[in-house]
């Protein structure tokens, strides 16, 4: 599922596909990891990473992404 959001006044308001400047995928569709790899040029083996329960959650900062 992917949900669209924008900041408006330092307020967080429901956006739309054509019209966000947030996008947050939960459990994603192969469709929508198919965007991630993309549009974000994420790799599979990242993907599968983040998603995985028994990854011990982390932030990891790389040249183009975090």
């Given at each position: 599922m992917i949900r669209?959001?924008?900041l408006q006044?330092?307020?967080l308001h429901e956006g739309s596909p054509d019209n966000f400047?947030?996008?947050?995928f939960s459990a994603p569709t192969?469709?929508?990891?198919?965007?991630l790899k993309s549009?974000?040029?994420l790799k599979q083996?990242?993907?599968?990473s983040?998603?995985?329960?028994?990854?011990e959650p982390r932030l990891e900062i790389h040249e183009g992404h975090l």
């Open positions: 669209y959001y924008n006044e330092g307020l400047s947030i996008r947050i192969a469709a929508e990891l198919e965007i549009e974000y040029g083996h990242k993907l599968v983040a998603s995985d329960p028994d990854e």
